[in-house]
Nanobody, 121 residues
Framework: QVQLVESGGGLVQPGGSLRLSCAAS????????MGWYRQAPGKQRELVAT???????NYADSVKGRFTISRDNAKNTNYLQMNSLKAEDTAVYYC???????????????WGQGTQVTVSS
């Protein structure tokens, strides 16, 4: 079983920055794509950004130019650098990872527990 642990959330003023981290732990696995989603109160969970094992990235239009996703494959960790934060970025941010276990052709998606990001003055 793979576990994802997120960190780096908190309270920040508009225009500020935060960096989220998501570390995967377990045994005998490899990670394909990793990503971040967010869910604001009363809204559906939405995609923020994804990154493949090769480093290809995809972003929601609302965060393009402000957020950057990256990963360290050796550490099974990905990062979300969030700059120029706005009040509308306030949400619980969830990390996910598409995992394959050694010897298996199947891919499993795991989710972290979520980390709160609040943008407010």
């Amino acid at each position: 079983q793979v576990q994802l642990v997120e960190s780096g959330g908190g309270l920040v003023q508009p225009g500020g920055s935060l960096r989220l981290s998501c570390a995967a732990s377990g045994s005998r696995f490899s990670i394909n794509a990793m990503g971040w989603y967010r869910q604001a109160p009363g809204k559906q969970r939405e995609l923020v950004a994804t990154i493949t094992s090769g480093g290809s990235t995809n972003y929601a239009d609302s965060v393009k130019g402000r957020f950057t996703i990256s990963r360290d494959n050796a550490k099974n960790t990905n990062y979300l650098q969030m700059n120029s934060l706005k009040a509308e970025d306030t949400a619980v941010y969830y990390c996910n990872a598409d995992v394959q276990y050694s010897g298996s052709h199947y891919t499993f998606r795991y989710w972290g527990q979520g980390t709160q990001v609040t943008v407010s003055s």
